[in-house]
């Protein structure tokens, strides 16, 4: 048994402003990697490089990354950033931006590899990294891993490598401005993590340990999004589910997610269904496998009094969603090809069991 998380955390209200040093001291050159909006929107792009300005740190900027990056969009950055020189590299938004950010260290520390190296190996040395969220549902600034689009197979898969930043700065404030929409996907992808390390062939005390205390911080935090609006979080609340979404970070960090992280990865790339609905649409067909006096905990611990009013929370938040029989059955054959993806789950998995996951209804 062991716990292992390296990234030093920083969380509070103007994080980035209050810590200079941990970007000063990265290195003397800056990538900054973002989506195209939401870090000029939110603030956070301004906070970066004021910090960095006023120390006299040079920055580029790649702000190309889409929803769901690409190994494409990986090596485009690369090339970029080892021309301009850069020797750090600074992510910021959500889990897209991250783990792009996160694949771009990487293969600029390997700068004469190609591309097939992204999933060859299990390689930890990447250049600096300093990670910032702008949403509460990836955790990728606390974890090793990066996920991205593999258009070739028209679907998402996890690195081999284990990419760890070096610190993560954590703001609630950065939610202030994001659409309703996206605080509630992002935090059921969160919850999504919780139950799946929680319920998890990999789970360890110290896993759990980190799970429980997200589950209890997600608990406290579950009305809110029932009518939420835009910009109606008060300060408590952005603080509390960008902590709830980091603490589940640090749990799937030990264990790795599950069963309805595995299923959602077709429906992301076929459907371009948003990654926290596409995972919280399976959790309930997860949890059903779980036997009734512990799934009855993990649902208690996250506010829930049975299945059924979690699968009612859900479609409250994120819609009753449709997703055509073939497209279910795709999932299906995908994971069910992959034993070690079964192999994930705290129960015995085989097809048949898999296909009651996916076909679950309420």
Request: hydrophobic share 40%.
């Amino acid at each position: 048994m062991q716990f292992y998380m390296p990234v030093k955390v920083y969380e509070e209200e103007e994080c980035v402003r209050k810590h200079p040093e941990v970007l000063w001291e990265a290195g003397h050159r800056a990538l900054i990697v973002t989506g195209r909006h939401s870090a000029r929107a939110n603030g956070s792009l301004d906070d970066v490089t004021f910090v960095l300005q006023e120390a006299g740190i040079p920055y580029v900027l790649f702000d190309g990354v889409e929803e769901n990056p690409s190994i494409e969009t990986v090596m485009k950055a690369r090339d970029f950033a080892l021309e301009q020189q850069a020797d750090f590299v600074i992510g910021i938004g959500g889990g897209s931006p991250m783990d792009a950010a996160k694949a771009i260290a990487l293969m600029m520390h390997y700068r004469e590899k190609e591309a097939d190296f992204l999933y060859q190996g299990k390689e930890t040395e990447h250049l600096p990294l300093v990670l910032i969220p702008t949403t509460c549902g990836t955790g990728s600034e606390v974890t090793g891993a990066s996920v991205l689009t593999i258009h070739a197979k028209k679907t998402k898969s996890s690195l081999p490598h284990k990419i760890f930043a070096d610190a993560a700065l954590l703001d609630g404030k950065y939610l202030t401005e994001a659409p309703a929409h996206v605080i509630r996907n992002t935090a059921v992808d969160a919850l999504g993590h919780l139950w799946e390390s929680w319920f998890n062939a990999s789970a360890t005390p110290y896993s759990r340990m980190c799970a429980e205390a997200g589950l209890k911080t997600w608990h406290e935090i579950r009305k809110t999004l029932l009518d939420l609006e835009q910009g109606g979080l008060t300060a408590e609340a952005r603080g509390k589910l960008m902590r709830a979404s980091a603490l589940a970070g640090m749990a799937i960090a030990q264990t790795g997610t599950s069963l309805p992280h595995a299923l959602s990865y077709p429906l992301t790339y076929d459907l371009h269904m948003p990654h926290g609905v596409a995972v919280g649409y399976f959790e309930s067909g997860y949890l059903a496998q779980i036997p009734e006096a512990e799934r009855k905990d993990a649902l208690r611990l996250a506010g829930f009094a049975s299945l059924s009013e979690w699968q009612e929370f859900y479609e409250t938040v994120c819609g009753k969603v449709p997703v055509p029989e073939d497209e279910l059955k795709r999932a299906l054959e995908m994971v069910a090809s992959k034993p070690e993806k079964l192999a994930k789950a705290p129960f015995a998995c085989d097809r048949e069991v898999l296909g009651k996951v996916v076909l679950y209804e309420t």
